[in-house]
């Protein structure tokens, strides 16, 4: 029954990955009236495949495993069962989002440049010294928002349901990540989104796969780990006090 809804979900996604990529390929097209046009710095099939590519990292990490177990194991109970057993309940549900998301991951990738070259005739301009970099920050972004989503999730320890919050959290990352590049926004916004998790989970990454360079890849790269520090941290921090409310209540 796992296995169909797991599959179920994938295919979902897909509906909802190639909806969006449609609606905003075809935006952005029309926006672009001369191909020639630079919009905040970006040509035509720049701008498209930011889109493309930060909607193939959001949706490749998708996963109803950080949104709804954790909150459901603390909601019903189970996780009082779970965290007596020979193994860590944090890492157990790490390895198993990356599990599940691992073949996604590759299949959205698949879809996103099948769709992409299509459109556009061509590829994203990557070169093979720049591939390490990439990768390193796709990795780091796929941890860190993991991170996150597992935070959001134990909240439920103190409140009766955590999915606004996921709600606000994925919202955030889909307007001021996916559908925009950071330079759209006004100038007086863009520090303050660069500071928030959108800078390290999609715009950092697809900004590399773009519009390569040295200083920007160590720009992204320092600013992960330090989120991925932070993020973990706060995630053990947290998951620790509702393990102790747990015990103080009587589990």
């Known amino acids: 029954m796992e296995n169909l809804q797991y599959v179920w979900n994938i295919l979902l996604g897909f509906i909802t990955f190639f909806m969006l990529l449609f609606v905003f390929m075809n935006l952005w097209d029309y926006i672009y009236s001369d191909s020639g046009n630079l919009i905040s710095g970006y040509t035509k099939d720049q701008m498209i495949w930011y889109v493309i ?40 549900i790490i390895a198993k989002h990356l599990g599940e998301i691992a073949i996604k991951s590759l299949l959205f990738l698949v879809a996103g440049l099948i ?38 999730s134990v909240l439920s320890f103190w409140i009766e349901d955590a ?14 990540g996916i559908m925009f590049p950071v330079e759209v926004f006004p100038l007086w916004a863009q520090p303050v989104i660069r500071a928030t998790p959108i800078f390290v989970v999609t715009y950092g990454p697809a900004k590399l796969i773009i519009d390569y360079s040295s200083g920007m890849a ?9 989120y991925f520090v932070i993020s973990l941290s706060f995630l053990l921090f947290i998951y620790q006090r509702g393990v102790k409310k747990l015990n103080v209540n009587g589990g």
């Not at 999915?163 to 001021?176: G, Q």
């Not at 160590?218 to 330090?226: D, F, H, T, W």
């Open 53 to 92: 590519l930060t909607e193939m990292i959001w949706f490749s990490c998708r996963n109803a495993t950080l949104s709804y177990q954790i909150s459901n194991d603390i909601k019903s109970g189970s996780i009082a069962y779970s965290i007596n057993k020979p193994y860590n309940y944090i890492a157990y």
């Open 163 to 176: 999915t606004p919050f996921h709600w606000i959290y994925d919202k955030m990352i889909i307007v001021l």
């Open 218 to 226: 160590v720009r992204v790269i320092l600013s992960q780990l330090i």
């Open 115 to 152: 769709i992409g070259y299509g459109f556009l005739g061509s590829l994203p301009p990557v070169h093979l010294y720049q591939l390490p970099a990439i990768l390193v920050t796709l990795v780091l972004g796929t941890f860190i928002n993991t991170f996150l989503k597992m935070s959001i």
